[in-house]
């Protein structure tokens, strides 16, 4: 299977991944309870999935691409990289919001949803301009 067909199919896993997000979100802003054991496997989907997958594309297919004159200067890298480090820092402030929510902390629930839906947002347009533009490119 060819690499940048590994990398769009891994983004279908992310695209229903990402519905499971929003609907804790959606939970979260409506005060529902939400299984812990379930919160907490999605938070480290997204930690081990995503970041394996932006990894192999910023080890693997940037360098690849800069070999070819399309390199970290070029708008397009320099956008996916940044959404990359953004997504890292919404994983990490939804990881600190989770453990605050186990703690009971009453603003929990809000800071979380409110970063998980930032967080999707965010990926969902990663997505659509890798698999509509910069994949096309690369290929």
Do not use: C, N, W
């Amino acid at each position: 299977m060819r690499f940048l067909t590994v990398l769009m199919d891994e983004h279908r896993g992310f695209s229903s991944m990402l519905d499971v997000l929003d609907a804790v979100a959606g939970r979260l802003e409506r005060s529902e309870p939400v299984p812990m054991p379930m919160l907490v496997d999605v938070l480290d989907f997204f930690e081990r999935f995503t970041d394996r997958h932006h990894d192999r594309e910023e080890e693997m297919l940037f360098p690849l691409l800069a070999r070819h004159g399309i390199g970290p200067d070029q708008t397009v890298v320099s956008v996916l990289i940044s959404q990359h480090e953004a997504g890292r820092v919404y994983g990490t402030k939804m990881r600190k919001e989770l453990k605050r929510l186990q703690q009971r902390d009453p603003s929990a629930a809000s800071a979380l949803a409110a970063d998980a839906r930032a967080y999707t947002e965010l990926i969902r347009e990663h997505i659509r301009i890798e698999d509509e533009y910069f994949y096309k490119l690369a290929d």
